[in-house]
């Protein structure tokens, strides 16, 4: 649970950041940094071969979302500094914007692991049905072609059906 807690905070730079008007959404670091996150959960989740890619990843987004509106409370007096009405403290006025983030917040969070979500399961399902994809190396690999085992699959594969073949032709 912490690794997934270590990973959802991934996504809080660019929250903060944000937040405190020092990027601005459309700049290529806010890209950057939107992105970055979701890209090294699929990661992690692909080379730590997770039983459940997509659960794991859309929980990471889940854990960012509520990270990700607790953020925006946190911040909220630089976040609307421009906007008075949002700053207001008296009844439904000051309320109602403040709550109104927290459920896009976490529906931000849990679409951002959807998708990740999804193509990690994606990844991991192509590495299952082609295993000549795969991102390990054998202890057979050859360090100069860089492809683990290429070669030796290969090689092993030929010669049995070669004496299949060979076996045929005898009887």
Known sequence: MLALIGLAMLGLPRVILHDLHIIDSAHPLSWILSLGPVAVWVAVA???KVPHPFLTVLTIGVIFGVMLASTH????????ADHPEFLSND?????????????????????????????????QAALRRNPGLRLDRDADSNPIDGYPGRQQRLAASLSCRSCETSQANRA
Do not use: D, E, N, S
């Not at 946190?74 to 609307?80: C, D, E, I, Q, V």
């Not at 927290?102 to 931000?108: E, H, M, S």
């Open 46 to 48: 692909v080379a730590r």
């Open 91 to 123: 009844g439904i006025a000051g309320v109602v914007p403040r709550l109104a983030v927290i459920p896009g917040g976490l529906f931000a969070g849990a679409a951002l692991g959807a998708v990740g979500g999804l193509i990690t399961w994606g990844i």
């Open 73 to 80: 409370q946190m911040l909220w007096g630089y976040l609307y």
